[in-house]
């Protein structure tokens, strides 16, 4: 499956290109090219339909809501509650930023809640999942990294922070 990148620079106008043209008052060949150029993202996660959103030059601001469990409260229909109140407020997208309970679940129910472009952080899962198994954060390996990473787009996360350095 080829991505909305892949397809601009083909020169490819897609139904989602087409749809972010809508949303914001501009043509189609526009969001092609600012697309194809790196200009506009648009987060679409695999496996997942929901809310098309283009981020970008010359789009409107985006609002973005976050939310997530903590090592203190963790209440999954809390959070599944308080997405579905971000979402019917305008937001246009989610992080998800869990760090308790089990927050392969948490994410999934979220997921399934929304039509939000959901995002996370995933070195918080990352960290979680090395203390659990090695009682030490500091010892995560690449391996468990992108395990998790792989399991979190095959549930249809959109996008990712990503922390380096």
Known sequence: MSTQVELAVQGN??????????????????????????????PLGTNRHGRVVGIGMGLRTKINASIGTSTDIVDIDAEVRK??????????TLMELSVGGDLDRVRREVLAAVQLPVGNVPLYQAFCEATRRYGDPNRLDEELLFDLIERQCADGISFMAIHCG
């Open 13 to 42: 106008i897609t139904p989602v290109m087409k749809e972010i043209a809508l949303q914001e008052g501009l043509e189609p060949e526009t969001v092609l090219r600012r697309i194809a150029d790196g200009q506009i993202v648009v």
């Open 83 to 92: 997405a579905r109140a971000a979402e019917a407020a305008g937001a246009d």
